[in-house]
């Protein structure tokens, strides 16, 4: 076995605790950012580190992504408004009049910067960094480590490679399978940017409003692994979609041969709009499940047996 230089280790301890800086926001930052607060510019992107309230008594939940607007330091807030992603299809226009339409394309105001979290989407994708497995140290990292160990630099870049992860492309996502479905449109529609189809699970799917109906996704027509970092999910509000879908999880299938991991569970808003979540960590994975776990007129009425006994959602994207 190759001896280890130990100025080897120091030099990897230290690039670890450089990406540790820059993930926490304390490293470089990027060229949009430079001026202002790190990570806080009009552009870039956020995510709730908590549940918060809003004037029009709507809750917002943690994890839910937003594109900034505008920042007012002096004020401590910020105006949001609905994030989303190019690869991702546009979604339709499905606004309606009410004092909620709209707070997803039009923005709302967001008092308390503590209560965001700056998102570096930026990082590693528009560099073109190769992006490692979870678990995995960074590309960087394990680069210098295999160099210096081995003494050759291209068996290590190779070596390297094999411990990398592609982004998924929701162009290859398909539709695997789902628990049930009461069969008003192609599953393939989620996926979709029509408007006025979705998906709908079986009547008695989710008794009283809550069960484990999903919706199954392949991330590659080559079956190897992606990261997934983001979700998106669009539905009807209340009062009209009293079978979307609000409490969630997103499972995910690392291999073929694997067991199915569970998520963390994720609320959607009772909004208009694709809602953009980051998941709590990146996930690489073959295949990924949407699993709904409660309904919105479950979700309203905790304290009662719900009379609608399916769940449903108009599309899913992935990122």
């Known amino acids: 076995m190759a001896h280890v230089d130990p100025r080897v280790v120091l030099a990897c301890a230290e690039l670890e605790e450089r990406d540790r800086k820059a993930k926490d926001g304390g490293g470089e930052k990027p060229e949009e950012a430079q001026g202002g ?16 309230g809003t004037n029009t008594g709507r809750r917002l939940p943690r994890q839910a992504l937003f594109r900034i607007k505008s920042v007012d330091h002096a004020a401590d807030a910020a105006v949001l408004a609905g994030a989303g992603f190019d690869a991702w299809p546009e979604e339709p226009d499905t606004d309606r009049d009410g004092d909620d339409a709209g707070i997803l394309r039009q923005g709302f105001r967001f008092k308390r910067l503590h209560r ?20 995995c140290a960074s590309f960087d990292t394990l680069l210098l480590c295999l ?23 929701f162009s290859e996502v398909a539709v695997a399978a789902a628990s049930s479905d009461r069969g008003d449109y192609p599953l393939r529609t989620v996926l979709e940017a029509a408007a006025g189809t979705w998906w709908i699970s079986d009547a008695g799917s989710m008794p009283g409003g809550r069960g484990n109906a999903f919706l199954e996704l392949t991330l590659a027509p ?29 499972d995910h299938l690392p291999h073929a041969a694997a067991d199915w991991v569970c998520g963390a569970p994720l609320k959607t808003i009772d909004a208009p709009g694709t809602q953009a979540f980051e998941l709590p960590a990146p996930i690489d994975a073959v295949r990924v499940r949407i699993v709904a776990l409660e309904n919105a007129n479950a979700a309203e009425y905790p304290h009662r047996r719900s009379p609608f006994d399916c769940v449903g959602l108009y599309h899913v994207r992935l990122h």
């Open 37 to 52: 607060s790190p990570w806080m510019a009009p552009g870039g992107l956020a995510v709730l580190a908590e549940d918060v």
């Open 116 to 135: 965001l979290r700056p998102v570096q989407v930026w990082n590693r994708r528009a560099a073109g960094t190769p992006i490692t497995l979870a678990g």
């Open 147 to 169: 160099k210096k160990a081995l003494q050759v630099g291209d068996v290590g870049a190779l070596v390297a490679s094999y411990l990398c992860v592609r982004p998924v492309v």
């Open 222 to 250: 080559d079956a190897a692994p992606r990261r997934v970092s983001y979700v998106g999910i669009s539905i009807p509000p209340l009062p009209y979609g009293p079978l979307s879908v609000r409490t969630f999880r997103v």
